[in-house]
């Protein structure tokens, strides 16, 4: 597989609950960037990664929210004490530097 | 700040009609310019780029061209099909920046 995956593709949770997500870039990318796309909206962008350094961050991202990429390669995004308005569709996206984004198919969180 | 409008939806044209979806911005430096394009249930994928003022980018017989004096990148094609049914998205990377910043999006419907 040469694209951007990421898991799960679909998550319902519980107001208050902690969810993470997962994606795995494509191989040789060593950017890596997670959006935030609501319902008749564009994505939003909310932090990014060269290799594994978190260069950064949205302020869109409150600290209820932390993303790491360990080793540089596939990256988790973090959601603690979830609510409501977190539901949305959690997108991520890997490129070469100065190289157009890939994007996955996204995680789509639902909260209730 | 940099901010991307696009024209509201949903489009709704026959087989075969010309087509423009109008896209404006306003950014910092030199932005380079993308329309990507999500298929129902799919990702988003990258249509076509322009990195200066002048450029046409081109794809699967879409253009589109970016204008310096208007801030403007309307994407266009000829001779529509059933199978472009999509949202189109306008998107742009400010100059020295590393994040896309999204318009809201606009949805293609093409009819027999």
């Known amino acids: 597989d040469t694209g951007v995956s990421q898991n799960p593709r679909h998550k319902i949770t519980k107001r208050g609950q902690n969810v993470t997500f997962r994606c795995d870039p494509i191989s040789e990318h060593n950017r890596l960037y997670w959006y935030r796309q609501t319902l008749g909206q564009g994505p939003e962008f909310l932090t990014y990664?060269?290799?594994?350094?978190?260069?950064?961050k949205s302020r869109l991202l409150s600290d209820r929210f932390s993303a790491e990429r360990p080793k540089g390669s596939f990256s988790t995004l973090e959601i603690q004490r979830t609510e409501q308005g977190d539901s949305a569709m959690y997108l991520c996206a890997s490129s070469l530097e100065g190289g157009p984004a890939f994007f996955g198919q996204g995680t789509r969180l639902t909260v209730v | 700040g940099n901010s991307v409008t696009q024209m509201e939806g949903p489009v709704t044209l026959s087989e075969e009609a010309f087509l423009t979806i109008n896209c404006t911005y306003t950014?910092?430096?030199?932005?380079?310019l993308f329309w990507y394009v999500q298929y129902p249930g799919e990702g988003l994928q990258l249509l076509l780029k322009?990195?200066?003022?002048?450029d046409k980018g081109s794809n699967k017989g879409f253009e589109a061209t970016y204008r310096k004096e208007t801030t403007s990148f309307h994407l266009e094609k000829g001779s529509v099909q059933v199978s472009d049914s999509a949202v189109y998205f306008c998107?742009?990377?400010?100059?020295?920046?590393?994040?896309?910043?999204f318009g809201t999006g606009t949805q293609l419907k093409v009819e027999l």
């Open positions: 950014a910092t430096g030199y932005p380079s």
């Open positions: 998107a742009l990377i400010g100059g020295g920046g590393n994040k896309l910043t």
């Open positions: 322009a990195t200066k003022a002048d």
């Open positions: 990664f060269q290799n594994e350094a978190q260069l950064e």
